[in-house]
């Protein structure tokens, strides 16, 4: 019997939203890594105070796009600018549907001149894949699942070092300081005879680095970065405080890809299997909606403004042009009263970690949705990356979150539930002042 494609699994459930609603899910957490090794709140601080080894070699999905048409391919599937776009250097990966609506995002390297990988939650890769294999291009495409779905070792090791002590701990593993290199750009960096690349990035707004290359060589790179590490306070991250620290630095993880209604799709439905990221990422929180359509976003809302070229035709061109001027909406981080965390939460603050699509209201008004909330342990509070109208972005603005799951169909969307609301105050996105002035720079 043939495995459900995504559209048998819209057809027999009713609608997209009621595939994909589920109201008790259980937060994710990256697959493999232990969820602590000295203690959540510890390593969630690391990253600030000393540096913090993260490895990063399980829960995404890797593909691999090598040939003479790889950049066609791609710049046909994106809104990137493939003009400037250097070897060695990554991009923030941005693939609309024909709404102008994103896709999903992922991080682009060029490896070569014909040769890229794209690694991230596993949307983008799909729509990459599709394309490439129903398209007329002389392409080679090899995929590498996560570690929960992939039989075998990754193709790649990934750790990331990153805090204010994270560039003398490498140049104690090299010897020296590593080549110049700027921001999203990588440069080749040799260890004990093995050959690999360091990527130069952060999570929370910390100098550091992304080192990545052939999986067999991971565990001597691993254990020359502890070794060195003990001098400047290096705390190894597990999967719980690995899972909350994007939320300072204003990146919206697996946003909905907007897939599910376009007649023109439906081709690409039924290539998806029902048991995929796109059938199975659960949607669920006090906002609610029997449209999917509803939980779409923008690449403008979502910031990637940046990364959106007009200088070659792509899927979704014309629609993302247009919307450009009719942005309605703003990412901006929610810093929820310590008050009202307290009361509503308690004990159960001690880590707190949701990707619930919550309400936001203001004056009684739905004004936005959180999309990524979790506990800052040394803020003592809890912040949620949202998405609301302009009317209530600027930094300062009051609004409630509604903090609750609504159980879906057969309940009106604006019913009042008794959902405890949370004070909280708008504030910038990314909440953290390095990552939203200086990150970028150079």
Do not use: C
């Not at 003479?68 to 776009?85: C, G, H, I, K, Q």
């Not at 102008?100 to 799909?126: E, F, K, M």
């Amino acid at each position: 019997m043939p495995v459900p494609s995504l559209q048998d699994g819209i057809d027999a459930a009713g609608s997209p939203i009621n595939l994909l609603w589920k109201p008790d899910a259980p937060p994710w957490n990256p697959p493999v890594v232990p969820p602590e090794f000295v203690g959540w709140a510890t390593e969630q601080t690391a990253a600030f105070r000393t540096a913090a080894l993260s490895d990063l070699s399980h829960h995404m999905r890797d593909l691999f796009i090598d040939g003479p048409d790889a950049t066609r391919l791609l710049s046909e599937v994106s809104a990137n600018n493939y003009e400037n776009f250097a070897v060695g250097q990554a991009k923030q990966f941005v693939p609309v549907s024909a709404g102008g609506q994103i896709v999903q995002d992922g991080i682009l390297l060029r490896n070569a001149q014909t040769s890229y990988t794209l690694t991230g939650p596993p949307a983008s890769q799909s729509w990459v894949l599709f394309h490439g294999e129903q398209g007329t291009y002389d392409v080679s495409l090899r995929d590498d699942p996560d570690s929960e779905l992939r039989k075998g070792e990754p193709v790649l090791f990934r750790y990331q070092v990153q805090g204010p002590n994270a560039l003398a701990l490498v140049e104690k593993v090299f010897g020296g300081p590593l080549p110049e290199t700027k921001f999203f750009h990588t440069a080749p960096v040799s260890l004990d005879g093995r050959n690999f690349r360091a990527l130069r990035h952060g999570m929370a707004g910390q100098a550091g680095y992304e080192f990545l290359g052939d999986y067999k060589d991971g565990d001597h790179v691993h254990e020359a970065l502890l070794r060195a590490g003990d001098e400047f306070g290096l705390v190894q991250v597990g999967a719980l405080a690995y899972a909350t620290n994007g939320v300072e630095s204003g990146w919206i993880p697996t946003p909905t890809p907007a897939i599910y209604t376009d007649p023109s799709l439906r081709g690409y439905r039924e290539w998806l299997k029902v048991f995929s990221f796109e059938g199975q990422k659960p949607l669920y929180g006090s906002f609610f909606s029997p449209d999917i359509e509803d939980y779409y976003v923008s690449p403008w809302e979502l910031g990637y403004g940046r990364s959106v070229a007009f200088n070659h035709d792509f899927i979704g061109r014309d629609a993302l042009e247009a919307a450009k001027h009719t942005v309605g909406r703003t990412k901006v981080t929610l810093e929820l009263n310590r008050d009202d965390v307290q009361t509503v939460f308690g004990s159960d603050l001690d880590y707190l970690l949701t990707y619930g699509r919550h309400r936001i209201e203001a004056g009684g008004k739905l004004v936005g949705m959180t999309f990524y909330t979790a506990h800052v342990d040394r803020l003592r509070t809890v912040l949620a990356l949202s998405l609301v109208e302009s009317a209530s972005a600027a930094a300062g603005t009051q609004v409630e979150l509604v903090y609750g799951s609504h159980p879906g169909a057969g309940t009106d969307p604006d019913a009042d539930l008794g959902f405890p609301r949370l004070r909280a105050t708008v504030q910038p996105s990314p909440y953290n002042a390095f990552a939203r002035i200086d990150y970028r720079r150079d």
